[in-house]
């Protein structure tokens, strides 16, 4: 996804000049592009997040549109105060670029593991956080949101080659991306995971169990209408994401059911536990916090148990 982002900033780039990208010593092999098109728009203000929120601060102030760039853990996290004091309060136009949600970066540990990202940005009032599922939506997003006011927290993957089958690229403010409607059960993913959901649909599909799916990508502004419209529909609903169980998707979903008064079924599944001293690669942790697409075909298969039963029953 930085790739498609990157791509996709030049292209905006050439058209606006208050377009700018900071850095905070991160990017080698992604930001190229850009600073070599635009040498004087790109600022590497070294290891300091936080100096980088607060530049990017006053140069929204002054009229330009700040793009800074980190790993999401350090663009999230370690300059959260900044960006809630600087750009949320005073409404400026700062655009936070985290890389590598979720375990991307596998085998850094968890330091380098963006798992609480949107949970703690999407709890801030005027803040709007996108998490594209993958490099086509990447696109489509940054093209939909680049110049609206206050600030957008994007939450990108480090893969550049792999789509989710049926999504398109689309993607919409305050919308949920339908991929598939058959089935009683519904799976909602939040990221690059959306990849293993689809792959658990398939292998579902193998055995004759259809699986409606759709992705989330504006967690802030919410899709409450679309949610609320699809969670009627479905039995069950399974939310994906990785990410703490806490404040993300899955909050997300069950506040729509709690307020809405809905009778549909929810089970969570994100990471529930610090991943402590283990680490590998994504495919391992995913498995590790049974987010693999085998772990997720078994949910909804224990999802629906109950009402093959009742169906053998009657």
């Not at 959260?80 to 991307?104: C, D, K, M, T």
């Not at 110049?147 to 080659?161: E, I, N, S």
């Not at 949610?227 to 399974?238: H, K, T």
């Amino acid at each position: 996804m930085r790739g498609a982002f990157i791509r996709t900033l030049v292209e905006l780039a050439e058209q606006d000049p208050r377009i700018l990208l900071l850095t905070a010593d991160l990017g080698y092999m992604a930001v190229e592009p850009f600073a070599e098109k635009f040498p004087d728009r790109f600022f590497n203000v070294g290891v300091a997040e936080q100096n980088m929120i607060g530049v990017a601060t006053g140069l929204a102030e002054a009229g330009y549109i700040p793009f800074t760039y980190s790993i999401v853990t350090f663009a999230a996290l370690r300059s959260y105060e900044f960006i809630r004091n600087g750009p949320i309060v005073h409404q400026l136009p700062v655009r936070i670029v985290g890389v590598g949600g979720g375990f991307e970066y596998g085998t850094n540990g968890i330091t380098h593991y963006g798992l609480d990202d949107v949970g703690v940005l999407a709890v801030q009032p005027g803040v709007t956080v996108i998490a594209p599922a993958d490099h086509l939506q990447t696109k489509t997003a940054l093209k939909a949101t680049w110049d609206m006011p206050g600030p957008v927290y994007y939450r990108l993957g480090k893969d550049d080659k792999t789509v989710v089958p049926g999504l398109d690229g689309r993607f919409e403010l305050r919308c949920v991306q339908c991929i598939r409607e058959t089935g009683s059960v519904l799976m909602l993913a939040m990221g690059g995971v959306s990849t293993e959901v689809i792959a658990a649909a398939d292998l579902l599909a193998e055995q004759g169990i259809p699986c409606a799916v759709g992705v989330v990508a504006s967690m802030r502004p919410p899709p409450v209408d679309d949610l609320a419209e699809m969670l009627q529909r479905y039995d069950a609903v399974i939310t994906v994401e990785a990410h703490y169980s806490s404040g993300g998707l899955g909050s997300l979903v069950a506040e729509v059911i709690a307020e809405g008064g809905l009778r549909c079924r929810l089970i969570r599944r994100a990471v529930k536990r610090l991943p402590g001293g283990v680490s590998g690669s994504q495919d391992f942790m995913y498995r590790t916090h049974g987010l693999s697409r085998q772990a997720l075909a078994e949910v909804v298969l224990q999802a629906i148990e109950p009402d093959m039963q009742t169906s053998i029953a009657d």
